[in-house]
């Protein structure tokens, strides 16, 4: 179980530990062979996680607040933290995307990076396809400026801007290298849709290695497709998965590898399905490069979840996986931007000359007017528009109430 929003790919949210029981080993003097002694009557067999007499605890009602060493059971102080991350290269701290409070965290860890390691810290977002890495090097700079940006970042990215201005913001201002971790859009719809032969040359060469041997990835994977996702099988959701991860990966690993980053440390932002359980980004680019990292994820108990929000509360079946969720948890509660002034009620990304729908929200504005999935919008209210940036400018122009004409493919 777990707190999260559903639509597209905002399901990467935050995970929980599972309650697993571990048996107690031989004791001293136990015959090898044989039939093995019963315990004593005051010794259990197997003490379940939450246990009084258990030093580890399950994460769900920790007070907020609580940064937990979940391996361990420990709570740390943030000066402990920041310890532990003295000892780590790449540091990935995970996030709901739509949860102001875990982008909090995100930037109180940058920040304090950047204080100790002046000039030494590169920031990683799952946010970005790699595409956009020219326009993010103009950013740090300071060479484009917030309006311009906003541009790049519906390019790139669905979630309001403001989930993310302050942490952006801090890069610009700090002058810190802004990594685009991500494979493109259309590369990834590609693949899931057909597969590896579907793709062009050009786009399997961009392509990194991709391993699909972990059983638990997968069935961790299922239990999440079970239930949210929707349209062509789980076989394509779980492609185009796998590609997120390993193109995150593959960047994470090959910018860390280059001479002239050989002393710098690297925070990585993405969501809490991709850092989970170390088997997403983490585990695979340790396998192109083996350097100290720390997993953080934001926690945020399902009972916080929005009472009038039905779509933020997604319910997975549990699977037994043998891995701690994080090396570090931080409890935190529940805030998000609230509803948007204005609102059209799609999901939309670049496609040709038109910006594509790619999901439609039940009983919104575009779901009335019959906007449907896989429509191209190349007007908004007369005027052309080319980029997600463009309509969503012209959607935050009206006031509510207002009426606006769509045209489309």
């Not at 949210?13 to 048996?23: D, H, N, P, T, Y």
């Not at 409070?101 to 304090?112: F, G």
């Not at 201005?165 to 610009?172: N, P």
């Not at 983490?282 to 009972?303: C, E, K, N, Q, S």
């Amino acid at each position: 179980m777990f707190f999260v929003r559903s639509p597209a790919r905002a399901w990467l949210g935050i995970w929980c530990v599972l309650a697993l029981s571990g048996c107690l080993g031989d004791r001293a003097g136990t015959p090898a062979h044989g039939p093995r002694p019963a315990p004593p009557a005051s010794m259990p067999a197997s003490i379940p996680v939450g246990d009084p007499e258990s030093p580890y605890r399950p994460i769900d009602g920790l007070p907020d607040g609580t940064i937990l060493h979940v391996p361990t059971g420990v709570s740390l102080t943030r000066a402990q933290l920041l310890d532990l991350v003295d000892g780590a290269r790449v540091v990935y701290v995970g996030e709901a995307h739509d949860n102001l409070n875990h982008h909090r965290i995100q930037l109180e860890i940058l920040t304090a990076m950047a204080e100790r390691y002046p000039g030494r810290v590169a920031v990683g977002m799952e946010m970005f396809q790699r595409s956009a890495q020219g326009e993010l090097d103009r950013w740090s700079r300071g060479a484009v400026d917030e309006p311009a940006f906003l541009e790049i970042w519906y390019e790139n990215w669905t979630e309001d801007y403001d989930y993310y201005r302050d942490i952006l913001r801090f890069v610009r201002d700090r002058r810190l290298p802004l990594l685009a971790l991500n494979a493109s859009q259309g590369t990834a719809r590609t693949l899931a849709a057909k597969g590896m032969e579907g793709l062009s040359p050009e786009e399997r060469a961009s392509i990194p290695d991709i391993d699909t041997t972990d059983p638990f990835h997968r069935r961790q994977m299922e239990a999440v497709f079970g239930s949210h996702a929707q349209g062509a099988g789980f076989d394509a959701f779980y492609r185009a998965m796998l590609l997120w991860d390993e193109t995150m990966a593959d960047t994470v690993a090959g910018y860390l590898a280059a001479p002239a980053h050989r002393d710098t440390r690297l925070i990585v932002f993405a969501g809490g399905g991709h850092i989970a359980y170390g088997f997403g980004i983490p585990r695979r680019a340790f396998r192109r490069l083996p350097v100290p990292y720390l997993t953080i994820l934001p926690h945020t108990d399902i009972g916080h979840a929005p009472k009038d929000r039905p779509d933020a509360v997604m319910m997975v079946e549990p699977v037994a996986i043998p891995l701690p969720v994080a090396d570090v948890v931080w409890v935190t509660g529940y805030e998000d931007l609230g509803p948007p002034a204005v609102k059209l009620g799609v999901r939309i990304e670049s496609r040709g000359s038109g910006v594509a729908v790619t999901s439609v929200e039940p009983d919104s504005p575009a779901a009335k007017a019959g906007v449907r999935e896989g429509d191209v919008i190349v007007e908004f209210d007369g005027d052309p528009v080319h980029k997600p940036g463009d309509v969503v400018r012209r959607v935050r122009a009206h006031a509510p109430g207002d009426r606006a004409r769509l045209a489309v493919l």
